[in-house]
């Protein structure tokens, strides 16, 4: 296939404050209401160069000599070694030594997206940003390269989570997880081939011959994986929640890389899946459908299939329809909110590592204001209206509070600003390094290093951490991982909104 047919560039046309000055005026005084008191005048390029930094503290594998964070060093250089297949590579997706590929791949995707959106704002740290997507799909490209199996995990977590070790000295069973077609997993499948896809846009102009081989990796394995998915698959998957969103995900980057007719009409045909309530074996209802326009993260992707859609130039219903309601249900001032806010304004939603919402729905917030923007759009949420303006200031707020503008006066962002947490839950961080204790420390002499109330001895420079509570306060203890764990789906969608900043700051 001739690359230029899958190299045609979106045109992005950039937000211009002036021309949405009069709706700015008019939702100042709404916005008066929910803006907080704290002075922001934050550095975005230098938290955005954090943000990436963090990226190379979470790789697996034999690590190039370019790495910046060198008190991190080798670690499983065996992986996949047991069946013969090399799985070495990849990222460890939190403050353990596992290999999810799940949340790695949407981390991936995630790095791709705020490339493609915002990697022109990101001037010399582009190509750092290349390189963390890079590090994510060449072992992405591992993970699919037998035919027949798709990797979707290495290392056991019952044993991993069981140890406080060093990603270098870890000893607990690395043991690969595969899906095939006897045992399906739709969900990573096709959270892989989208971020394969994603990739290989972000790719195109930097290396185009790899983003072909990411493009046509990303072809193969949908059309091997999902379409035949329907008769194999069901009734044993038909019945579990939780998939579809990722088919339709995969598609619809498959669709932008490609703008393939194939992509769109299944797109067409299957997006009312995302409207049916999922049950579980049980019968039990586990995803209401309809009421999930406010759900993105790694393991939903309404919101974004519908953004997605709408800034590939279908702004069609139900796209339209849904994005909008996506703002509805997000934004303080709408009607039909359905998410949480702590008094300090952070964005909240239930269940652990709360930061990778703000940061994942604010991400979708900015790019659709900069959408909207180019096509003279605003969103109704009953009376309220909601133009551009407003959801790029919503977004600053929410990363002005993880940067800093809190009540806590802390940034939730390792090694930026004045202070921040010092005791994250993350084992390579917490246990000396290896230049400075070159022996191995053994699973459970690591205990000593999680239970200490000491700082940390090696700062995970740019790391996110899951943040404070819904009253706003952080206990800063290396046991509540909750709130003191960094992870891959936290930080991946940040660089999007700091790349943006950076150039925007106002
Ligand atoms: C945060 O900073 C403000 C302004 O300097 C100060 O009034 C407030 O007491 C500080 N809060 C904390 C928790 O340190
Ligand atoms: C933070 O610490 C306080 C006091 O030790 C405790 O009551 C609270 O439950 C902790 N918060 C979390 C989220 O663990």
Redo the contacts with the bound molecule.
Sequence with gaps: MLVSSFFREYSLIEFNPEVKMCRLRLFFFVTLMFSVA??SGHDYSDALAKSILFFEGQRSGKLPSSQRLIWRKDSGLHDGEQIGVDLVGGYYDAGDNVKFNFPMAFSTTMLAWSVIETGRFMGSELQNALEAIRWGTDYLLKATHLPGFVFVQVGDPNADHNCWQRPEDMDTPRTPYAVSQDHPGSEVAAEIAAALAASSIAFRTSDAPYAVKLLRRAITYRGSYVDSLGPWVCPFYCDHSGYQDELLWAAAWLQRATRSQIYWKYLVQNIHNLETPAVNPNEEIVSMGGDSFAEFGWDTKHAGINLLLFGGLHRVDPFQTNADRFVCSVLPESPTLSVEYSPGGLLFKPGGSNLQHPTAISFLILIYARYMNHINKVVRCGDVVIGPPRLIEFAKEQVDYILGSN????SYMVGYGK?YPLKIHHRGASIPSIDRHPDRIECKAGTLYYSSTEPDPNLLIGAVVGGPDIQDSYNDSRQTSVQAEPTTYINAPLLGLLAYFSAHAT
């Design positions: 704290w002075v009540p806590m006066n802390m202070r």
